[in-house]
């Protein structure tokens, strides 16, 4: 994540420099540099693959039929409000016809990215998926692929969106961004990139990223759940079989929860998730009592949690470390404008002024260590990693 995210910071001043005065950028431009570094962290986790460029061949393939799948979760089609034609012969029934050809493309390219992780010589959560199937019964390699590709979706789509919320973040609460700054100076410095071993003295930090799950929760509806027996919480009766929706922006918003007397629950305070801080405080914490709902419950709670919010942190840290981020002259900026894809919210396209905040931060990443792609198998450990 570290190495990633130092190309994050390369390639944003790579961008800078191609707009015309050299601080301009919009929302639009930023999404696929987001969406590059967390894409290669993802399927190197699971296939010891890199991707080097947002025009990956092979990004671009997994972008597109995740925004197949995306879109009809999102939008119901006949069979879902008429279940009826759900028995229709299916010389009669297009969306079936449709259906087969989607399964057949996830198919072909989910079992691509199987055996390129199985044939890796590095650990990976392919070769470690094998080795726990090989302990229980015997599971077919259509279903491990389907079943790594569907932490990839959650991964590769979600994190990238979330992350845009910070720049309005910034854009709307420029207090905070000053406070992290400092933080970061003291605690960092000029010389490297934020890693994750600075996590314990950038609690600042940390309750930055917490509070962009909560204030803009990417799935702020949740995802649609069942109950699966009769149940009741707090007084109301739940039905078997009911559809229920955990609403990740009004759990967000509750004041027996979060606390309003920091400040307005619809605005943007990292000190909601914080005890004892002051900014020199050295023992202030992070606090561990509040939910992160956007990230479900019980047992079908994400299971990418610990990644999303340690690579939050880690992004926030290096975004915040290297730029100055600050409106463009003459142009309003509303931090309740949202476009909606599928499930998640993002923020409408907007225009800022991002400036890396001094020639430091060029050559500290300069200074720091490169990655290849051939690199990748050393860095994750070895096939001896996989817990038999």
Excluded at 66 to 86: E, K, S
Excluded at 235 to 259: C, E, L, P
Excluded at 341 to 352: A, D, N
Excluded at 357 to 383: H, N, T, Y
Aim: aromatic share 8%; proline share 6%.
């Amino acid at each position: 994540m570290e190495l990633e995210n130092k190309q994050l910071l390369g390639d944003l001043c790579d961008a800078l420099h191609g707009c015309p005065d050299g601080a301009t950028i919009s929302t639009a431009t930023i999404y696929p540099l987001l969406e590059r570094t967390q894409s290669s962290i993802i399927l190197g986790l699971h296939y010891g693959l890199r991707i080097l460029h947002p025009e990956d061949e092979l990004l671009q393939e997994i972008i597109g039929i995740q925004a197949q799948v995306t879109h009809l979760a999102a939008n119901p089609g006949l069979p879902d409000l008429i279940p009826t034609l759900r028995q229709l012969p299916g010389f009669l029934s297009p969306w079936k016809r449709a259906a087969d050809e989607l399964f057949a493309t996830q198919s072909e390219l989910y079992l691509r990215l199987f055996h390129r992780g199985r044939d890796s010589d590095s650990w990976n959560a392919t070769k470690q998926a094998l080795a726990t199937a090989e302990k229980y019964t015997a599971v077919p390699d259509l279903d491990l692929a389907f079943t790594l590709a569907t932490s990839i979706q959650g991964g590769m789509e979600t994190s990238p969106r979330q992350m845009l919320w910070l720049f309005i973040a910034m854009l709307h609460r420029p207090i905070v961004l000053s406070r992290a700054h400092a933080v970061l100076d003291a605690v960092v410095g000029r010389g490297r990139a934020p890693r994750f071993s600075d996590r314990p003295k950038l609690v600042y930090i940390d309750a930055i990223a917490h509070e962009l799950f909560r204030w803009r929760p990417i799935s702020p509806g949740s995802i649609p759940r069942r109950a699966d027996r009769d149940d009741e919480l707090q007084g109301v009766k739940i039905s078997q079989g009911v559809t229920v929706m955990a609403n990740a922006w009004a759990v967000g918003r509750d004041a027996q929860i979060f606390d309003s007397a920091l400040g307005d629950l619809h605005d943007f305070v990292p000190d909601r998730w914080l005890l004892h801080y002051n900014p020199d405080n050295a023992e202030a914490q992070l606090r561990s009592d509040l939910p992160l709902p956007v990230f479900g419950q019980g047992r079908r709670i994400c299971q990418g949690k610990r990644i999303a919010t340690d690579g939050a942190f880690l992004q926030v840290a290096n975004l915040l470390w290297a730029f100055d981020i600050m409106p463009v002259e003459g142009e309003e900026m509303d931090p309740w404008a949202m476009t909606v894809v599928g499930f998640m919210t993002m923020p409408k396209e907007l225009r800022m002024r991002l400036k890396p905040r001094g020639d430091w931060m060029m050559e500290a990443i300069k200074r720091g260590p490169k990655i290849a792609a051939e690199d990748l198998d050393q860095m994750i450990g070895s096939v001896n990693d996989v817990e038999k």
